[in-house]
């Protein structure tokens, strides 16, 4: 379990409160799925990852708050295979960190990812497992890493006071650190990372958009982050732009990259409507990956611009993308879980146009039309049951959805 703090809540995207007349719509996603891109939000829930960071794990600041003792360790002998699976590794006890002392020169045995052939971080010292192993678990270390776990702030501190010291540590020369502070960040809400926009901006994000050497699975923050920066109209004395995310994203037109989502992201954080509007004019229909980036671009400007964009227009960009066969079903799912009744003839429209062949698209088409309150789709509704009722009927079960009277 994190800490009892903000950075529990992680992205918020749970969406309005849903009335009771759609309230199925969260066993029809569930059946259907939003995508690997938004594979960890659920409805009523909080995903603990930013929508762009990719999987995100507990920092090292959450696990040496949780543990009972943080400490430092030295191998005491080699890395052994468990019956279950995993390797243990015993460690002799060196100093403190933070918590409960141990005693000098004690003797633990810890889980790790990998053999350790020195210095560790030590993170346990709780009762153990129900199959018996002991509670610690261990983290190859050396001086820096030991000195970044012991200097981080505490967990329980606003997570916009903390984003400032992670920030620095952005691409950090060890390896270990910049993947940490990376994950604080995908921890972080959305509001505490625009309130750290001043230690972003002393960042070279716009290089590292360009750069071969950073790894591609933080790009989609760096450019979150680009665009929170540019819109604050930070630094001082030469604000940021939005151009290097467009040039990135031109530079994208013929080669997939990941975090490409992120990008779109930051960008409609810059530019807002004139933002979305671009991105809309450049998307193109042979470039499906893309289309999926877009919708879950959208997605978070649903959950997060709503202040800069108007929710209407989001809306009138999502029921563009619904008529892909790439992106429709998703897309419809979006439509209802955004209200998006104007556009109920259009997704009527889909069932012929797209889910002839894909039951995907039967199902969210159904989903939709069930949970819409508008006269027009209990219309839809019976017109389908009368042209195509079994199929209709076989959509609206696989969606667990009640069949409407």
């Keep these: 379990m994190p800490p009892p703090n903000d950075v529990a809540t992680g ?16 066993h029809m996603k569930r059946c259907l799925g939003w995508g690997a891109v938004w594979a960890t939000v659920v409805v009523g829930g909080a995903a603990l990852a930013c929508p762009f960071c990719g999987t995100v794990g507990p920092t090292l600041a959450m696990r040496r708050d949780a543990a009972p003792t943080t400490a430092v360790g030295s191998a005491a002998g080699p890395a052994l295979e468990t019956p279950a699976g995993g390797q243990m590794q015993p460690f002799t006890v060196g100093g403190l960190i933070r918590g409960r002392p141990l005693p000098d020169e004690a003797r633990v045995t810890a889980r790790v990812p990998a053999p350790v052939a020195g210095t560790a971080l030590l993170f346990g010292g709780g009762e153990a497992r129900a199959d018996g192993t002991p509670s610690f678990e261990a983290v190859a270390a050396d001086e820096l890493l030991l000195a970044h776990v012991a200097r981080a702030p505490d967990t329980g501190r606003p997570s916009a006071e903390r984003l400032a010291f992670f920030a620095a540590r952005l691409e950090h020369p060890l390896e270990a650190i910049a993947a940490d502070a990376f994950a604080e960040f995908g921890q972080a809400p959305f509001a505490a990372v625009r309130a750290a926009a001043p230690a972003l901006a002393a960042r070279p994000l716009a290089e590292w958009l360009s750069d071969p050497g950073i790894d591609q699975r933080r790009r989609g923050f760096y450019g979150l982050a680009l665009g929170i920066v540019a819109h604050a109209g930070l630094p001082a004395d030469a604000p940021a ?15 997939f990259r990941a975090g490409s989502d992120g990008l779109m992201g930051g960008l409609l954080v810059a530019d807002g409507p004139a933002g979305l509007e671009w991105l809309m004019a450049r998307v193109s229909p042979q470039r499906p990956v893309e289309q999926k980036q877009l919708l879950a671009a959208l997605r978070f400007a649903w959950e997060e611009l709503a202040a800069t964009i108007p929710r209407e227009r989001i809306v009138a960009a999502t029921a563009t993308l619904a008529t892909s066969p790439v992106v429709a079903a998703d897309a419809v799912i979006d439509l209802a879980r955004e209200r998006g009744w104007d ?43 009368r042209s195509d009722g079994r199929r209709l009927d076989e959509a609206i079960r696989a969606a667990g959805l009640l069949r409407a009277e």
Excluded at 20 to 26: D, E, H, T
């Design 343 to 385: 556009h109920v003839d259009r997704v009527a429209g889909l069932w012929h146009a797209l889910g002839g062949d894909d039951p995907h698209v039967r199902r969210a088409v159904a989903g939709y039309l069930t949970a819409c309150p508008r006269p027009e789709a209990r219309a839809h509704l019976e017109a389908l049951r």
């Design 241 to 255: 732009s939005s151009a290097p995310l467009r040039a990135a994203l031109e530079a994208n037109a013929d080669d």
């Design 11 to 26: 992205w918020m995207m749970p969406g309005p409160p849903a009335p009771r007349s759609v309230a199925p719509i969260g």
